[in-house]
C-alpha cells in the first residue's frame, strides 16, 4: 500500500481522490452477496467526469454528518485510551497500483490493523451497542480498506458523548475481498476506456 500524508478534506485530500473508486463507494459496485451494483454505471460516470474536468462536485453534508466530523479527534482520543492502542492519522490509503483507494479514521501499524469512527444519532448509537455487531451499511468500507491496505482486521468504533463507546474488531472476509478484488479490477478497467472514449470526443 502507499500511504499519502495531507490533511483528510483538504482541497489537496480532495484532489488527491478524483477520479478513483474509493471503499466508502464500494458498495456502488459489488453488492455484499458478490454481484454487481445497480449503481455501478452511475459511479463510473461520475469519476470519469472528475478526471475528464479535474474538478470534484462538493457532496451532500448534513447537519449529523457535520456532527459526525467535528468528534472525530474526541473519538479517536477515546480510542487510544480504552485500547491503550496507537492510533496513526493518515490522508488516503491507495493498493500497490493506485487505482483505488480508501480514508481510514485512522491506522494501527503495530497491529496491521485500522480503524473507522462514526458518531451517528443517539437511537442509532444504542442500537449498535445492543446489535453488538458492525452494521451492514459499512461492511463494504471495511471490507473494502482490509483489500486496500492488505490489513487482516478493522476496529469498527460508535461514539456518543456520555454513552458507552462501541467498539468492534472486524476480520477480513478473504472470499468477498477476493470478489471485490475482481469486480474493482473490472471496474477500473471500464473506467479507463469510459474516459479516453470522452477525452476523444472533446
Same mark, same amino acid.
Given at each position: 500500500?502507499?500511504?499519502?500524508?495531507?490533511?483528510?478534506?483538504?482541497?489537496?485530500?480532495?484532489?488527491?481522490?478524483?477520479?478513483?473508486?474509493?471503499?466508502?463507494c464500494?458498495?456502488?459496485?459489488?453488492? /455484499?452477496?458478490?454481484a454487481?451494483?445497480?449503481?455501478?454505471?452511475?459511479?463510473?460516470?461520475?469519476?470519469?467526469g472528475?478526471?475528464?474536468?479535474?474538478?470534484?462536485?462538493?457532496?451532500?453534508?448534513?447537519?449529523?454528518?457535520?456532527?459526525?466530523?467535528?468528534?472525530?479527534?474526541?473519538?479517536?482520543?477515546?480510542?487510544?485510551?480504552?485500547?491503550?492502542?496507537?492510533?496513526?492519522?493518515?490522508?488516503?490509503?491507495?493498493?500497490?497500483?493506485?487505482?483505488?483507494?480508501?480514508?481510514?479514521?485512522?491506522?494501527?501499524?503495530?497491529?496491521?490493523?485500522?480503524?473507522?469512527?462514526?458518531?451517528?444519532?443517539?437511537?442509532?448509537?444504542?442500537?449498535?451497542?445492543?446489535?453488538?455487531?458492525?452494521?451492514?451499511?459499512?461492511?463494504?468500507?471495511?471490507?473494502?480498506?482490509?483489500?486496500?491496505?492488505?490489513?487482516?482486521?478493522w476496529?469498527?468504533?460508535?461514539?456518543?458523548? /456520555?454513552?458507552?463507546?462501541?467498539?468492534?474488531?472486524?476480520?477480513?472476509? /478473504?472470499?468477498?475481498?477476493?470478489?471485490?478484488?475482481?469486480?474493482?479490477?473490472?471496474?477500473?478497467?471500464?473506467l479507463? /476506456?469510459?474516459?479516453?472514449?470522452?477525452?476523444?470526443?472533446?
Open positions: 500500500m502507499k500511504i499519502i500524508e495531507i490533511e483528510q478534506r483538504s482541497e489537496q485530500w480532495f484532489t488527491e481522490k478524483l477520479g478513483k473508486p474509493s471503499a466508502s464500494f458498495d456502488r459496485i459489488i453488492t /455484499a452477496k458478490g454487481a451494483s445497480k449503481q455501478s454505471d452511475g459511479y463510473m460516470y461520475e469519476l470519469a472528475q478526471r475528464i474536468t479535474g474538478k470534484h462536485e462538493d457532496g451532500y453534508t448534513n447537519t449529523f454528518m457535520q456532527r459526525g466530523i467535528d468528534l472525530e479527534d474526541e473519538a479517536r482520543d477515546l480510542f487510544e485510551l480504552v485500547t491503550g492502542l496507537n492510533v496513526t492519522q493518515v490522508g488516503l490509503v491507495c493498493e500497490d497500483s493506485e487505482r483505488y483507494l480508501c480514508s481510514p479514521d485512522g491506522l494501527i501499524m503495530d497491529q496491521s490493523a485500522g480503524l473507522e469512527i462514526k458518531s451517528p444519532i443517539m437511537k442509532t448509537h444504542v442500537e449498535y451497542l445492543i446489535k453488538d455487531q458492525l452494521p451492514a451499511t459499512y461492511f463494504h468500507q471495511a471490507q473494502g480498506s482490509m483489500l486496500v491496505t492488505g490489513f487482516s482486521y476496529y469498527f468504533m460508535s461514539y456518543y458523548p /456520555a454513552m458507552p463507546v462501541f467498539i468492534k474488531i472486524i476480520d477480513r472476509d /478473504a472470499q468477498f475481498c477476493v470478489a471485490l478484488s475482481k469486480a474493482l479490477d473490472a471496474f477500473c478497467d471500464d479507463d /476506456a469510459l474516459t479516453e472514449k470522452l477525452r476523444d470526443m472533446k
